[in-house]
């Protein structure tokens, strides 16, 4: 199935009309279109690979990550690429090609069968977004370098470290705050 594209304007108008937390979170992204792009949120149908992605890691997929993805399958957001959940081979990343299909680069940087490559920053070949299974079993997001083979930064929540990338660019605090569970 290919990716389609979404406008930001026409996903914070069907968040709001099914009233979906997500539309605070998108919704002050307005202005900032340039830096952005969306794709239509997955639906039921790939459900099958989100169950063989937790069947090859041996864990849940993260809940908020799902959540995400049902608003857009993947994008990018300034420098950052969260990689869509697609099997179409044209599409040169996604969560299915590298942690089922081919796990060579999440071999060649060091990472375990345990954490899920989500994305990356096309700019900065050495530096990826995971999600990892902690011992406890809570999830965390982490910008990966994969030269040092650690994360260089630590999230509880995808919404954080996009919000973090998009402030980066636009200045834009608020968007942190809500991310962060600050904000209204």
Do not use: W
Not at 3 to 21: G, H, P, R, Y
Not at 71 to 90: A, H, I, K, R, W
Not at 118 to 129: E, F, K, Q, W
């Amino acid at each position: 199935m290919a990716l389609q594209e979404i406008e930001l304007m026409d996903l914070v108008d069907a968040l709001d009309e099914i009233n979906s937390e997500y539309s605070a979170f998108f919704r002050p992204m307005l202005g900032y279109e340039a830096i952005l792009k969306l794709y239509l949120g997955i639906t039921d149908e790939l459900e099958p690979l989100i169950v063989e992605i937790e069947d090859e890691s041996g864990y849940e997929f993260p809940p908020d990550l799902v959540s995400f993805y049902i608003c857009t399958n993947g994008g990018e957001f300034g420098d950052l690429e969260l990689y869509p959940l697609t099997t179409d081979p044209s599409v040169a990343n996604s969560i299915h090609k590298h942690n089922v299909i081919d796990k060579s680069l999440k071999e060649s940087i060091g990472l375990d069968n345990r954490t899920l490559l989500v994305g990356g920053y096309p700019d900065d070949p050495n530096t990826y977004i995971t999600c990892k299974l902690n011992p406890d079993g809570t999830y965390v997001y982490q910008m990966y370098d994969a030269t040092k083979k650690k994360a260089k930064m630590e999230f509880e929540y995808i919404i954080q470290l996009v919000a973090l990338e998009v402030n980066y660019i636009t200045d834009y605090d608020e968007l942190v705050d809500y991310a962060n569970g600050k904000g209204e």
